[in-house]
């Protein structure tokens, strides 16, 4: 059987079947990557060792009945950001390169309790902090579908692993749109679930009330059955919230028709580009030729959503930061003759410049005389945009836009130009301040043929309705079906 062309929940339910066995699995994805991560750079680090001590516990109780999870025996890259026991988890920064946690995240536990098998840690932006996965301690993650392009961010090595075939399903982290972004840039889906929907334990923090963990996969069905094993409360979160039964079944119905969808008209004005505007468009028209009703609103409120995601965003992250001081954990400065020194040179070192750039914008935001000129002001637009998503809510099941206003930059176009960087975050941020769930997936390709991708935006715990939605366009269209060649 080609292990390698299968969807992660094909390979399930082949392993269930003993069709394939874990061993075969892990042969397969292990030999995929020692020929091409060289090339893509999508893993920090490899757990060869742990996955085939896992494999054979996994096998037993697959063939016994006891693991039942369609996703069992399944292998997954993790974003490294979340911790894994016993594991690097360094968030590709330098100040972190030697931290190994004592401890599972949450969605690590609930992954392997399901029979899933971590294949390695995936490369990301430094802390989670771009969009791009250019700012990584590390080195640069290159787009399967064109290697002198960026795979987006910060969950690059997540998107990018899905893409090339170096994992059949992966975790990521999103803050910003760090899962969607990516998804769309490289082809593939992803989720960024409702805040609280998926427990936040374990995963090293960027900007608490933003931060998200979810599954990144080839289909919607790989990414339903993912939050069906890493959803729910958690009492380790007190973020976590108790989540509505959620049945993967009823979320691959892939039926729209008597649905609204609303695509925000500001979406799709000035900086979007005219590929990645006709593809929303088009996919509009399948929505309608599915059943659905399509329409126009206007949200003025968009242009409020960059400048305040970033002063929250770098707000909570200075505040997140302040922990690596090259004293409890983490990478120590050897040139340090005193304490003074230690804090100073440990931090000057082991950060890198965009996380630098941040830590100094949150502080100027939260010091004195500008706490409430801008952070304050900041938490104004959030309830604002709250309160436009809520609005839009009622009259709309759903709401369509772009993921990205444009597909995958030249690696090192954005980082040439930060401000640029953020602005393409214009779509995605909102979502994280108005904490709803957002799905992203393939809906067409540019003049160049890379990946552009569509996101549904949905009602607090509603990830079903999205899903469905999603299922039912790629039931519709082959665009999840197209893959990279890789070199």
């Not at 108790?242 to 799709?268: N, Q, W």
């Not at 931090?347 to 004195?368: A, C, D, Q, T, Y």
């Not at 992203?440 to 899903?467: H, N, R, T, V």
């Amino acid at each position: 059987m080609d292990i390698l062309n299968m969807t992660a929940t094909e390979l399930g339910m082949a392993i269930k079947n003993g069709e394939v066995t874990v061993r075969e699995a892990l042969d397969a994805y292990f030999e995929k990557i020692e020929k091409y991560d060289g090339t893509y750079h999508c893993y920090n680090t490899l757990c060869k060792k742990e996955a085939y001590r896992r494999a054979d516990e996994v096998q037993k109780g697959i063939d016994e009945k006891t693991l039942t999870s369609p996703l069992a025996g399944v292998p997954i890259g993790i974003k490294d950001n979340i911790c894994t026991k016993g594991v690097k988890t360094t968030c590709s920064s330098k100040i972190l390169c030697n931290f190994v946690p004592p401890y599972n995240a949450t969605v690590i536990a609930r992954l392997e309790a399901a029979g899933m098998i971590v294949l390695g840690k995936l490369n990301m932006d430094e802390f989670a902090m771009g969009s791009t996965t250019e700012t990584s301690a590390t080195g640069v993650t290159h787009n399967p579908w064109d290697i002198n392009k960026v795979p987006g961010g910060s969950s690059g090595g997540s998107a990018a692993a899905v893409s090339a075939g170096l994992a059949p399903v992966a975790l990521g982290s999103d803050t910003g749109g760090s899962i969607r972004q990516p998804c769309s840039f490289c082809g593939v889906a992803g989720l960024k679930p409702t805040y609280g929907a998926v427990s936040r334990y374990g995963l090293v923090a960027y900007a608490s009330s933003l931060d998200q963990i979810g599954p990144v996969g080839q289909t919607v069905e790989d990414c339903a059955n993912m939050f069906s094993v890493i959803s729910g409360k958690d009492e380790k979160d007190g973020t976590s919230m108790v989540y509505p039964e959620f049945s993967a079944e009823e979320a691959l119905r892939g039926d729209v028709k008597g649905k609204k969808i609303g695509i925000p008209r500001d979406y799709l004005g000035d900086g979007i580009s005219e590929d990645v505007k006709n593809a929303i468009l088009q996919a509009a028209e399948v929505f309608k030729a599915l059943g659905a009703d399509v329409e126009m609103f206007d949200m003025p409120i968009v242009k409020y959503a960059i400048p305040a995601y970033y002063i929250i965003a770098c707000a909570e992250a200075c505040s997140n930061l302040s922990r690596y001081d090259g004293i409890k954990y983490g990478y120590k400065s050897d040139k340090a003759l005193n304490l003074r020194d230690t804090y100073i040179m440990s931090r000057s070192e082991g950060f890198g410049m965009e996380v630098k750039r941040r830590i100094m914008l949150g502080n100027f935001v939260l010091s004195s005389g500008y706490y409430d000129a801008y952070y304050q002001k900041a938490l104004k637009a959030k309830k604002l945009i709250q309160n436009a998503f809520f609005e839009a809510f009622k009259q709309y099941d759903m709401i369509l836009g772009p993921v990205a206003p444009t597909t995958a930059p030249k690696i090192g176009e954005s980082l040439s130009d930060p401000l640029k960087m953020y602005l393409g975050d214009i779509y995605t941020v909102m979502i994280n301040i108005a904490g709803v769930p957002s799905m992203s997936a393939p809906c067409g390709f540019d003049s160049d043929g890379m990946p552009i991708g569509m996101q549904i935006i949905g009602k607090p715990f509603c990830e079903a309705e999205i899903m469905n939605a999603a299922q039912a366009f790629e039931k519709a269209t082959e665009y999840h079906t197209k893959k990279p060649n890789l070199k």
